[in-house]
C-alpha cells in the first residue's frame, strides 16, 4: 500500500512563505511522477505542480509559475513544494499525489492521471 503523507500547511498571511513536504511511506512507488494539486471550499481539485521521477523535469500551472517551487528528495522518498508571496487565492486544501505517468507533466491536469493521493494539508492565507 502506497500512503503519501503531506504535512507543512498552516496560517500565513499574504506575502508569506510555507514549505509543504510530502512523504511516501509504506509501498515506496518508485520511478514516479509527483504532483501537488490544491482544493478551494466550492471549487474542483487542480493541479498546482508536478515533478518527473528524476526531478529533472518540471511543470507549473500558470497561477504557481514565479512563486512556487516543486522539488524531490528520491533518497528520502520526500517531495516538496515551496510556496512563496502567497496570496488569499492560495487558501486551499493541498494534496500530494502520485502517478506512473509517462509523457508531459501538464498531462497531470488531468486528476485521472494520479494513482495515489495524499489526504491533504491545509493552507489558509490571511489578507
Known amino acids: 500500500q502506497v500512503q503519501l503523507v503531506e504535512s507543512g500547511g498552516g496560517l500565513v498571511q499574504a506575502g508569506g512563505s510555507l514549505r509543504l513536504s510530502c512523504t511516501n511511506s509504506g509501498r515506496t512507488f518508485r520511478n514516479s511522477a509527483k504532483a501537488w494539486f490544491r482544493q478551494a471550499p466550492g471549487k474542483e481539485r487542480e493541479l498546482v505542480a508536478g515533478i518527473n521521477w528524476s526531478g529533472s523535469s518540471t511543470y507549473y500551472v500558470d497561477s504557481s509559475k514565479g512563486r512556487f517551487t516543486i522539488s524531490r528528495d528520491n533518497t528520502k522518498n520526500m517531495v516538496y513544494l515551496q510556496m512563496n508571496n502567497l496570496k488569499p487565492e492560495d487558501t486551499a486544501n493541498y494534496y500530494c499525489?502520485?502517478?506512473?505517468?509517462?509523457?508531459?507533466?501538464?498531462?497531470?491536469?488531468?486528476?485521472?492521471?494520479?494513482?495515489?493521493w495524499g489526504k491533504g494539508t491545509l493552507v489558509t492565507v490571511s489578507s
Open positions: 499525489a502520485a502517478s506512473s505517468l509517462i509523457g508531459p507533466l501538464s498531462r497531470l491536469s488531468n486528476a485521472g492521471e494520479v494513482e495515489y
